[in-house]
């Protein structure tokens, strides 16, 4: 598995009854795939139901957010460690709905961007724009800003970073960027990846697209330059969500 990378956002949704029974139907669905990496990320509560649920299966599980320390008295919090230990090896950092709602600042996010690193975990660093910064031309300056400061200090490989595009306006809305927006996007991210490391690695270090992804929408996303999605409301269930990975297969 490889080629392209499929990593579903759960958000607050799902019992562990509704999370155990999405992974028995998408195990079964997804038997065979070849060409895709799926990486599935569950709200906490269900993260070890749904570890237990796909051992045997070449699907990861992620984490949606993280703590930057170990251990401590940090109440209400979890550790890099324990979502290792919890059957983890990616966690989503600096999702938009973090750094709007909670209040996420940039020194924050490169705070837990480093402490996914160092527990092993691949952090899934997400970076995007609002309309009004897309419509003010900031797009470009406000997406490398981001990028630049979650990645300060930190060495970065193929390895280990993902970098998801989620530009705000697309998220929950129905309303998916262009193929080309995104493409315009990757390049410039991919720039300033090579920028902080070289642009050999820049090249490799997987680059997904976000924002109302579905099957109606994602074929057009596959014709180069991305690795994959990053998919919200159309990974909740398991049919919507094979067929993505149905159009990754075929691409
Ligand atoms: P969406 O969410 O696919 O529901 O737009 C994507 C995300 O927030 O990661």
């Known amino acids: 598995m490889g080629q392209f990378l499929l990593i579903a956002n759960w958000k607050m949704y799902k019992s562990l009854s509704q999370a155990q029974a999405f992974c028995r139907d998408f195990i079964l669905l997804s038997r065979g795939i070849k060409k895709t990496k799926v990486v599935i990320c569950p709200p906490f509560t ?99 800003g981001q990028l630049l400061s ?26 998916n960027a262009s193929y080309q927006d995104a493409l315009e996007m990757a390049g410039l991210i991919r720039q300033t990846l090579g920028k902080i490391s070289n642009n050999k690695i820049a090249e490799r270090i997987p680059l997904l697209y976000g924002g109302s992804v579905k099957t109606e929408n994602f ?15 159309a990974s909740l269930e398991a049919d919507s969500f094979f067929n993505i990975v149905r159009l990754c297969e075929n691409a």
């Open 46 to 144: 269900a993260l070890s139901t749904v570890n237990a649920s796909l051992q045997n299966t070449g699907i990861k599980l992620g984490a949606q957010d993280l703590f930057w320390m170990e251990k401590g008295a940090y109440t209400g919090e979890i550790s890099p460690v324990q979502l290792v230990d919890t059957g983890c090896s990616y966690v989503i950092v600096g999702h938009s709905e973090r750094r709007q709602i909670i209040g996420e600042t940039d020194k924050i996010i490169n705070n837990k961007l480093k402490a996914a690193q160092k527990s092993g975990l691949i952090p899934v660093l997400c970076v995007g724009e609002t309309l009004e910064e897309r419509q003010n031309n900031k797009a470009e300056e406000i997406v490398r």
């Open 150 to 175: 979650a990645l300060e200090g930190v060495s970065v490989t193929e390895s280990n970073v993902v970098i998801a595009y989620e530009p705000i306006w697309a998220i929950g809305t129905g309303i």
């Open 219 to 233: 074929a057009a996303f596959l014709q180069g330059g991305l690795d994959g999605a990053l998919v919200g409301g």
